[in-house]
């Protein structure tokens, strides 16, 4: 999962993130927030990945979000193609952020950054 600058040009740690942006709780230790689209094959395998890391670390959670029906989350944040995977801390910053099917080891190692 990558860090840093991203495409846009705008750093990793401006992105910070709430339960009224996500329409969810953050985790107590960190959020893997999950950019989907309906006919996207990869976004299933994502969501599965997400959800066992979720379940396996205690205070992760697994917020997806549907990229289509919000737009303007998708732009504030930057997101250009689904899934997109973003990595909150406890406080709703992000701290990695990766685009395409992430594999389940990388996404634990990320969380590292996160908690």
Same mark, same amino acid.
């Given at each position: ?45 994502? &969501? ?5 890391? +979720? @379940?396996?670390? $205690?205070?992760?959670?697994? *917020?997806?979000?549907?990229?289509? /029906? ?20 406890? &406080? ?5 952020? +990766? @685009?395409?099917? $992430?594999?389940?080891?990388? *996404?634990?190692?990320?969380?590292? /950054?996160?908690?």
């Amino acid at each position: 999962m990558n860090d840093g600058q991203r495409r846009t040009g705008v750093t990793v740690s401006e992105v910070t993130l709430g339960a009224r942006q996500l329409g969810a709780e953050l985790g107590e230790r960190a959020t893997l927030v999950q950019f989907s689209s309906a006919f996207c094959a990869p976004c299933r395998a994502t &969501r599965r990945v997400l959800g066992e890391v +979720a @379940a396996l670390v $205690p205070g992760v959670s697994h *917020v997806e979000i549907d990229a289509e /029906a919000r737009l303007d989350l998708v732009r504030a944040v930057g997101v250009v193609k689904t899934p997109t995977v973003l990595v909150l801390d406890a &406080r709703g910053r992000e701290v990695r952020r +990766a @685009a395409g099917q $992430p594999r389940k080891a990388d *996404v634990i190692a990320a969380l590292g /950054a996160a908690v």
